[in-house]
């Protein structure tokens, strides 16, 4: 299945949040003028990667530097041979857990922990709301510390125009708890999160995370994507705290090469 970096619908949210977008036979690469170096260019996830089509891309965009996050260790094994060099950190999340959605609601309870099913049992009752990309960023926004990333509210809407039915803003009706969820070709994926220090106690968000994978399943998703979790190639100490809640999920973990890099000089631009 493709992965959502390679879907129209993330194409056009990112073409309206600074990046231009360009497809070279079937491979959809995102481009972005960096100011003092030149073109940048960022390739992820392709099913099918060739010299070729990384050819053509220097070729038209003569970028200073271009970044390719592999599906496979075959294809990182043809980017390493060629000159590429692994990034210290990936671009988009390295390792993440995916849920199999073709089975059903019974056995994917049955495959949690029994913290989450637990959880989910106790929050049945939970009151939930879908909600407008604003309302979601004001939640999000008094909900964690002021150092934590919240999306604007542009991008949130710029996502909503581009994915349309499929995406989710699901909070809680308190609003101390919330996730987003998209779905994109046969995928379901838990994209943002959020959860108060007093929802935290009351498990709500293992609920709010229940009914996004119920959503993308009804939507058609055969898979669900918790869209990253802890990597200890690539670590990322904050990230312990969420990757141990995604876990009691159950699904498979699934790793990624990382991201691969080639820098070019002669393309390199001073002005």
């Not at 194409?11 to 309206?16: E, F, G, K, R, T």
């Not at 079937?26 to 003028?33: A, C, S």
């Not at 990034?87 to 994917?108: G, M």
Request: charged fraction near 25%; hydrophobic fraction near 35%.
């Amino acid at each position: 299945m493709d992965d959502i970096r390679q879907n129209t619908s993330y194409a056009n949210y990112l073409s309206h949040v600074g990046w231009r977008v360009n497809k070279i036979e079937d491979v959809t690469m995102y481009i972005r003028e960096i100011p003092l170096c030149g073109t940048f260019v960022k390739v992820q996830r392709p099913d099918k990667l060739s010299q070729k089509v990384i050819t053509k891309a220097l070729l038209k965009h003569k970028p200073f530097r271009i970044v390719v996050e592999p599906k496979n260790d075959m294809d990182a094994k043809k980017l390493e041979d060629s000159g590429f060099k692994q990034t210290k950190t990936p671009f988009v999340p390295s390792k993440t857990i995916l849920l199999d959605l073709i089975q059903t609601p019974e056995k994917l309870l049955s495959q949690m922990s029994k913290d989450a099913r637990t959880s989910i049992k106790k929050t049945d009752n939970l009151a939930l709301v879908e909600t407008t990309p604003e309302d979601f960023r004001q939640r999000w926004r008094a909900s964690v510390p002021i150092k934590r990333y919240v999306m604007s509210i542009h991008d949130l809407d710029v996502l909503k125009d581009s994915f349309g039915e499929n995406v989710l803003f699901l909070t809680t009706k308190s609003g101390g708890s919330g996730g987003l969820f998209l779905f994109a070709q046969n995928i379901g994926y838990y994209w943002q999160g959020f959860t108060s220090k007093t929802e935290r106690q009351t498990l709500a968000q293992y609920q709010v995370v229940w009914q996004g994978i119920l959503w993308a399943k009804k939507r058609g998703a055969k898979q669900f994507d918790f869209e990253g979790i802890f990597d200890e190639r690539f670590p990322i100490s904050s990230w312990h705290g969420f990757t141990a809640f995604k876990k009691k999920f159950g699904g498979q973990v699934t790793q990624y090469p990382g991201a691969y890099e080639k820098i070019y000089w002669r393309n390199w631009r001073l002005f």
